[in-house]
């Protein structure tokens, strides 16, 4: 932790004072909680907006067929995509192991 020296009228000097000994702590715990407080308030929250549900494809089996689809999308020659399997639910429970090209 780093030594810093501030500079408050008196009355606010003794008013923490004061709250200190009721509370029962250092009044430099209490100008650290403070202080860190006035900060998180005044930040921009940096919380990412969520864009769940924001687009309808207007299919309801693009969770199922998101590798096909993204084929037929990314495919510069229109190729037929590559076959997918139906995974049972015992298999679907395990993460699918993917190769990397190379």
């Not at 005044?42 to 299919?59: E, I, K, N, V, W």
């Not at 693009?62 to 689809?69: D, I, K, Q």
Request: proline share 7%; net charge positive.
């Amino acid at each position: 932790m780093k030594r810093t020296t501030i500079f408050v009228p008196e009355a606010l000097e003794r008013d923490l004072q004061l709250y200190a000994i009721r509370e029962g702590r250092a009044a430099a715990s209490i100008v650290r909680e403070a202080v860190a407080e006035y900060i998180a308030r005044r930040q921009p929250a940096l919380r990412l907006p969520s864009f769940t549900g924001a687009f309808d494809s207007g299919r309801s089996d693009t969770a199922e067929r998101h590798e096909e689809l993204l084929f037929e999308h990314l495919s510069p020659h229109g190729d037929e995509p590559p076959a997918t399997k139906k995974r049972s639910r015992a298999a679907r429970s395990k993460p699918v192991r993917r190769h990397r090209r190379r």
